[in-house]
């Protein structure tokens, strides 16, 4: 009993922490019409912006995953933590485009590094967290986990317009305060990390066997979500203030019920996943999406918020499933599984931006947004491929099992 407590206190502070660290994910969108605003930018350099914090940062992530898989390196949590709120401090301080890229940049890194790691030391303990039986305890702590990120998306449009829209671009160096929290919540975490590995306690079930072919499907799946998710995150403040007036309040009032939306989304995900299996329970949300993307992007009036909300839901169900479904589809290397599934989630998507800004510019914002309709109903079409993985092995006994991350 006391390990199940200690190990369900760190999957609440892994979501916590997961919560600071996605804050700034989520800042990056936020801070779009302010760039254009307070500094002028058109679309094309505001994609450049969200491209800057996305192209390291995909490249990254799975390099991250693929050296935690060889060797855990847990001190990564608190220091990419820290990173990431670093990027994002100091992407005001300078009127310098290239230095806001720079410092953008350097945040998505910070970002990259964190998520393969904590992934992985979320699955380890949402496994003892239920008597170290797989499956839907599994995806529960996964979800209880993915749902921190996801509130941290949801605070970040109130947290950047609550000190930058008071303030200015020059007040963004307050923004750092989530990371230094975040970082602070880890330390409890490795110290039962250590504490663990000290004693012997700290092993994982011996790996069955990769299944390559349905992760590079999941994969794909995965790059049209983010592809429909940070195009539309990344403009849909604009497109809001555009279609419904209002001033930069309306559209802070869309991104956060997009964001809002990922916290239901992700826990009643590995709900419904427990009946109907996380495959099929993926398969139907891309459709929702689908419908949803289009509504917002050509219903009328207020009805935009409702079809926004539907859209969350849609995108966001599969979110925490298509975790652990990489990681059974490919369970030698799970930091690898989790860096692409967790974080090139988001990050991804944002290497398309610039060519939806470009194509707003030279159109307008709705016909360079229409596209994104299709992208949900090539991960449905992706999803309706995927077996789902049946995972039967038992844990084995922790005094004669590999060692975590081998």
């Known amino acids: ?85 670093a990027g994002i401090a100091l992407s005001g301080v300078s009127g310098s485009y290239g230095l806001t890229l720079a410092f953008v940049a350097l945040s998505g890194v910070g970002v990259a590094a964190y998520h393969p790691e904590s992934a992985r030391v979320a699955r380890l303990a949402a496994r003892r967290a239920v008597d170290g039986r797989r499956g839907p305890g599994t995806h529960r702590g996964m979800a209880w986990f993915s749902l921190g990120g996801n509130l941290g998306f949801a605070a970040a449009p109130l947290l950047v317009a609550a000190v930058v829209g008071t303030g200015g671009l020059r007040l963004t160096p307050l923004l750092a305060l989530p990371a230094l929290a975040g970082a602070a919540l880890c330390l409890p975490v490795l110290r039962e990390l250590e504490r663990r590995r000290a004693a012997g306690e700290a092993r994982e079930p011996v790996p069955g066997a990769d299944d390559r072919a349905a992760f590079v499907r999941l994969s794909l799946a995965v790059v049209c979500r983010s592809v429909a998710f940070v195009g539309l995150s990344t403009f849909l403040s604009l497109f809001t203030t555009q279609r419904l007036g209002g001033g930069p309040a309306a559209g802070t009032a869309a991104l956060v019920v997009l964001y809002a939306g990922g916290a239901v989304g992700s826990v009643l995900g590995g709900a419904l996943a427990d009946r109907w299996g996380r495959v099929a329970v993926a398969r139907w949300s891309y459709l929702v ?40 589809y490919l369970p030698s290397r799970i930091g690898t599984a989790s860096g692409i599934t967790l974080g090139l989630t988001v990050s991804i998507g944002g290497l398309a931006s610039p060519v939806i800004g470009a194509l707003a510019d030279a159109t307008s914002l709705r016909t360079a947004l229409l596209p994104l309709v299709l992208m949900p109903v090539l991960s449905w079409a992706l999803f309706r491929t995927l077996p789902e993985p049946v995972v039967t092995e038992p844990v084995a006994p922790e005094a004669g099992t590999a060692p975590v991350g081998r």
């Open 1 to 85: 009993m006391p390990k199940r407590s200690s190990d369900r206190r760190s999957i609440l502070l892994l979501s916590v922490g997961h919560s600071c660290v996605d804050v700034y994910q989520g800042a990056v969108a936020a801070l779009v019409p302010f760039f254009a605003a307070e500094r002028h930018y058109g679309y094309a350099a505001v994609s450049g912006v969200v491209l800057a914090a996305s192209l390291l940062s995909s490249v990254a992530q799975p390099l991250f995953g693929a050296l935690t898989d060889r060797r855990p390196l847990p001190w990564l949590l608190p220091v990419s933590t820290l990173v990431g709120g």
């Open 289 to 328: 999406a689908a419908v949803a993307v289009a509504g917002v992007l050509l219903v009328p009036g207020p009805a935009l918020y409702l079809f926004v909300a539907l859209t969350s839901a849609g995108l966001y169900v599969p979110f925490s499933l298509q975790v652990t479904l990489g990681q059974d």
